[in-house]
């Protein structure tokens, strides 16, 4: 039997730090469940204290998780730390995540202290976290960019104080395969009491590195990998947990582990981050981009037909590729609906939310004859994101004919109240945008606009992503319909009624930052 790897999910802190990418509570609730259902060891919920949303966000996760250990983030201060305690409190099993950094660059720049000073307050913050859990981690931020013999110091002292997990971050995705592999074994060695605790990668992408350096830190000892689902980071990412998992599943001649995880959730999970955060997932990404397993040169179709080994390395349906089941139809019941959601891992908060998508879904049906798992899942992401609307869509006409200007006659109800506009644009989607903002009056950009098939065909639903900003924050909106264009009105009301009510997240000055 070889050795366990943890994997620590971070898509819901680091992973939500990505421009763009900020989720509301109930997107965050879905994909805790996801990667509940994925059998991802720890989920890293949040960092309480940089708002009231993401101390509600980890609460509630907290209370929900049963089978992962869900983690909060703080900086060595104690307010962080008591504050992340309060936020996990009531879960199953809990950590709390502290972090300093631990380079000159920033221990001078940002922090304004010395070696000495860092090291203090890492001890004193590491002995308070213990007052509330014995499950605490330990991250030297900009480990990368640290030198070995003062990451040596802390790392004794606090695992000295009770720290169990040691996390060295290449926080800016500046160190190498090789020499950040040597960096965890140089630290496993030197440090006296390095058996004490597991080492972990945390690392970032700015190189195109961060899966490399992960598994080189894993073949040198490291026993937890932080990573995300597709990813997701701060500017180009962390460590994708799908590339990290197949890389040790399908080499498991060199890997001394192995995880825990449900693989074959693997594609649900992408697919779900992409859906929530609006981040399209490029075709040619490994193991989860829609190419990843087709095959188009001549010579390896002819290859994989006659022997699959030829040219595949992995199975799609190991990672949950062709599960994509024909489910409901017309004349599926409240009950069937009810029962697949769930087997889905959907939550519907209320009666009220279940009736609101089960009557869509019988819409839906009469429009598309076969409903897949994706459809339910494009449906209910617009039911929960519905659940909060104080813009709402009630109807919308659109005029296109060969030669004329397209023509959008749109009805929406702001706070109630019914407003009816028409307007003309490049396109059908553009006149309905320009007839919205004509009475929303919102003053945002719109930054992307992405339209997606759901399933195949051209009954299919589209499925529309739209990224806003105003005044520096930025959100995402989506929408599905069989009608891409009511799909582009959704997605845009979305966005607006985020960005409309915009949460802060905002830490206090002077002390860090992530
Ligand atoms: O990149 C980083 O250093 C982090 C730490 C807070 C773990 O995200
Ligand atoms: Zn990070």
Not at 280 to 294: D, L, S, Y
Not at 377 to 402: G, N
Not at 429 to 457: M, R
Request: net charge negative.
């Amino acid at each position: 039997m070889t050795d366990k790897l943890i994997i620590f999910d971070t898509t819901l802190r680091d992973g939500e730090q990505s421009p763009g990418a900020s989720m509301t509570k109930d997107e965050k609730i879905r994909i805790a469940i996801a990667l509940e259902k994925m059998r991802v060891d720890i989920i890293e919920a949040g960092f309480p204290i940089a708002s009231p949303g993401d101390f509600d966000a980890v609460h509630t996760i907290a209370h929900l998780i049963k089978d992962c250990t869900v983690c909060g983030l703080a900086r060595a201060l104690s307010k962080d730390i008591d504050c992340a305690a309060k936020a996990l409190k009531g879960a199953a099993s809990a950590r709390i995540h502290v972090f300093i950094a631990t380079s000159r660059v920033h221990m001078e720049n940002k922090l304004h202290k010395s070696p000495d000073q860092v090291l203090e307050q890492a001890v004193t913050a590491i002995k308070r976290a213990r007052q509330y859990t014995d499950n605490v981690e330990f991250s030297a931020e900009d480990a990368g960019r640290s030198t070995p013999e003062f990451l040596c110091r802390i790392i004794e002292a606090v695992i000295a104080a009770g720290a169990r997990t040691i996390n060295i971050p290449d926080t800016v995705g500046y160190t190498l395969p090789e020499q950040y592999g040597q960096l965890i074994a140089l630290l496993r060695e030197r440090i006296p009491n390095s058996d004490k605790a597991i080492f972990s990668t945390h690392c970032h992408n700015d190189l195109g590195l961060a899966v490399a350096n992960s598994l080189a830190a894993v073949m040198n000892g490291a026993r937890q990998v932080e990573c995300t689902i597709n990813g997701l980071g701060e500017r180009a990412g962390n460590a994708a947990l799908e590339e990290v998992a197949m890389a040790v599943k399908t080499r498991q001649d060199i890997f001394p582990c192995h995880t825990n995880l449900d693989l074959t959730q693997i594609v649900k999970c992408s697919r779900l981050v992409s859906n929530i955060t609006g981040f399209p997932v490029q075709p040619n990404k490994a193991i989860v981009g829609a190419n990843a397993f087709a095959h188009e040169a001549g010579i390896h179709q002819d290859g994989v037909l006659k022997h699959r080994e030829t040219y595949e390395i992995m199975r799609a349906e190991d990672v949950g590729w062709n599960t994509n089941r024909m489910v409901l139809g017309k004349h599926s019941g409240r009950n069937a609906f009810r029962q697949r959601l769930k087997e889905l891992g959907i939550v519907l908060n209320s009666e009220e939310a279940l009736n609101t998508a089960f009557s869509r879904f019988k819409i839906l049906a009469d429009k598309k004859h076969d409903i897949y798992d994706d459809d339910l899942q494009a449906l209910v992401s617009d039911t929960l994101s519905t659940e909060y609307e104080h813009i709402k869509l009630i109807s919308l006409k659109v005029c296109v004919e060969t030669g004329e200007a397209p023509e959008a006659h749109v009805t929406i109800s702001i706070d109630g109240k019914e407003q009816s506009i028409g307007a003309t644009g490049s396109g059908p989607v553009d006149a309905t945008f320009k007839a919205i903002e004509t009475l929303v009056k919102s003053d945002t950009s719109l930054l992307v606009y992405s339209v997606n098939n759901i399933t195949n065909g051209t009954d299919a639903q589209g499925e529309v992503g739209v990224r806003l900003e105003k005044k520096g924050s930025i959100v995402n909106g989506q929408g599905a319909d069989t009608d891409i264009v009511v799909a582009s009105a959704k997605a845009y009301l979305n966005a607006l009624n985020k960005i409309l009510r915009p949460v802060e997240r905002q830490l206090p000055q002077g002390s860090g930052s992530v």
